[in-house]
């Protein structure tokens, strides 16, 4: 149990153009969803945390405008990079808690994002 | 402000041999506590906490962690390190966000490889 699925995998985008990245619970009602953006080699760095039925909290230094999140089911919550650059290239991960315990996160696989 | 500190990027460990992968941390109030793992390709698992209660925590995959309060440090240690322990390892600590709802901050990883 405790499955959380992401979709794509992976996504090649065009510099300019907006990408969406999905994260589902599969078999559990997610209160709470948490997207991350990961590094080469480096840490999890929190990008936002969303609460079903109401915005996001965005920490310091991620732009809201620019990195949407939706979370407008207890199973789904979305990422959305709008204007990608080349810079926006990297890994997201997406994870949920909810089954009672919050820290008890439960990781999405990963989106490998590339932006030309 | 609240950190965690893993001050080791790689550690090497022989089969069979024990391993410890280290973790300081500075938190106000109680400290919650978590160590996951990364393996190549898959998505982070949850492998223990330390929330209250024995110092000694035991998890999935024979690995367990010491918290010990005076020295800020939670360990995570295996009697016998596997060639498919290897992976990264991250550990984690219960903070506050912007709109006061409980995230976790983590340490950079450190990448354990076991040699046969």
């Known amino acids: 149990g405790a499955v959380v699925s992401q979709h794509p995998s992976w996504v090649i985008c065009k510099s300019g153009t907006s990408v969406k990245i999905e994260c589902r619970s599969l078999?559990?009602?997610?209160?709470?969803m948490f997207w991350y953006r990961q590094f080469p080699k480096q840490s999890l760095m929190l990008m936002a945390t969303?609460?079903?039925?109401?915005?996001?909290?965005?920490e310091q230094g991620v732009e809201k405008d620019k990195f949407l999140i939706n979370h407008a089911s207890l199973t789904l919550s979305t990422l959305t990079v709008t204007s990608a650059h080349p810079e926006d290239s990297s890994f997201y991960i997406c994870?949920?808690?909810?089954?009672?315990?919050?820290?008890?996160?439960?990781f999405g696989p990963g989106t490998r994002l590339t932006v030309t | 402000a609240q950190s965690v500190a893993q001050p080791e990027d790689q550690v090497n460990v022989a089969e069979g041999n024990p391993l410890t992968v280290k973790c300081t941390y500075s938190?106000?109030?109680?400290?919650?506590l978590f160590w996951y793992v990364q393996y190549p390709n898959r998505g982070l698992q949850f492998l223990l906490k330390?929330?209250?209660?024995d110092n000694l925590v035991k998890g999935s995959y024979g690995f367990e962690a010491e918290f010990n309060k005076s020295q800020t440090s939670f360990h995570l240690k295996k009697p016998s390190a596997l060639v498919s322990d290897s992976a990264l390892y991250f550990c984690?600590?219960?903070?506050?966000?912007?709109?006061?709802?409980?995230?976790?901050?983590w340490g950079l990883g450190t990448s354990l490889a076991v040699n046969p």
């Open positions: 969303s609460n079903e039925g109401s915005k996001a909290t965005y």
């Open positions: 994870s949920a808690g909810g089954r009672g315990v919050w820290y008890e996160q439960y």
């Open positions: 330390y929330i209250t209660g």
């Open positions: 984690a600590v219960r903070a506050l966000n912007a709109g006061n709802n409980r995230k976790l901050i």
């Open positions: 078999d559990f009602q997610a209160t709470t």
């Open positions: 938190v106000s109030g109680n400290p919650y």
